[in-house]
T-cell receptor, first 114, second 116 residues
Framework: GENVEQHPSTLSVQEGDSAVIKCTYS??????FPWYKQELGKGPQLIID?????GEKKDQRIAVTLNKTAKHFSLHITETQPEDSAVYFC?????????????FGKGTKLSVKP | DTGVSQDPRHKITKRGQNVTFRCDPI?????LYWYRQTLGQGPEFLTY????????KSRLLSDRFSAERPKGSFSTLEIQRTEQGDSAMYLC??????????????FGEGSRLTVL
């Protein structure tokens, strides 16, 4: 069935280091791949997204790469800061659904140590 | 604050009772989504409205769940005869997407349901 797998489930880095989170998706029809950040007690917030016609996208310290052939996409955060600590979710659009009908991964808890 | 607002933020109920959650999307967002999130999991899609029309429902959505968006603005999600397995955070999101590409989802802070 439709599935998005996300690794690692927890990630601890030192302030200033880079963090990488990887996801794989099962349905080749998925064409939209957003990443969300969720802080404790809050709803998820979009941090970056990529569409299937693009291989890479960057926004300041955050970048996302997409490999359609392998059905992999990754989030890269450089120069991490303590305020980057949160749970990060990858997602993929569902075949036949609207753009907001997303399949989410299980999340990665990122801890940035000062 | 012009974000997505949800009410109530917390609800504790006994098994078998009915509960209703309300979502007020960002003004003029025509798309509204309900998701459910359990501890340690990502959000799970439940249903989608474009204006007042309910266009998509998850195959996993029980008949005990019903959602409405009568005037294309706020939405309600009702759960009848609650079960302990319904305990979760219920998230509402809205977007201004047009036909085709769609747009960014803006999530509310959620309504946490605990069924005793």
């Amino acid at each position: 069935g439709e599935n998005v797998e996300q690794h690692p489930s927890t990630l601890s880095v030192q302030e200033g280091d880079s963090a990488v989170i990887k996801c794989t998706y099962s349905d080749s029809a998925s064409n939209y791949f957003p990443w969300y950040k969720q802080e404790l007690g809050k709803g998820p917030q979009l941090i970056i997204d990529i569409r299937s016609n693009v291989g890479e996208k960057k926004d300041q310290r955050i970048a996302v790469t997409l490999n359609k052939t392998a059905k992999h996409f990754s989030l890269h955060i450089t120069e991490t800061q303590p305020e980057d600590s949160a749970v990060y979710f990858c997602a993929a659009s569902r075949r036949g659904g609207s753009q907001g009908n997303l399949i989410f991964g299980k999340g990665t808890k990122l801890s940035v140590k000062p | 604050d012009t974000g997505v607002s949800q009410d109530p933020r917390h609800k504790i109920t006994k098994r078998g009772q009915n509960v209703t959650f309300r979502c007020d999307p960002i003004s003029e967002h025509n798309r509204l989504y309900w998701y459910r999130q359990t501890l340690g999991q990502g959000p799970e899609f439940l249903t989608y409205f474009q204006n007042e029309a309910q266009l998509e429902k998850s195959r996993l959505l029980s008949d005990r769940f019903s959602a409405e968006r009568p005037k294309g603005s706020f939405s309600t999600l009702e759960i009848q005869r609650t079960e302990q397995g319904d305990s979760a955070m219920y998230l509402c999101a809205s977007s201004a997407g047009s036909t085709g590409a769609g747009g960014e989802l803006f999530f509310g802070e959620g309504s946490r349901l605990t069924v005793l």
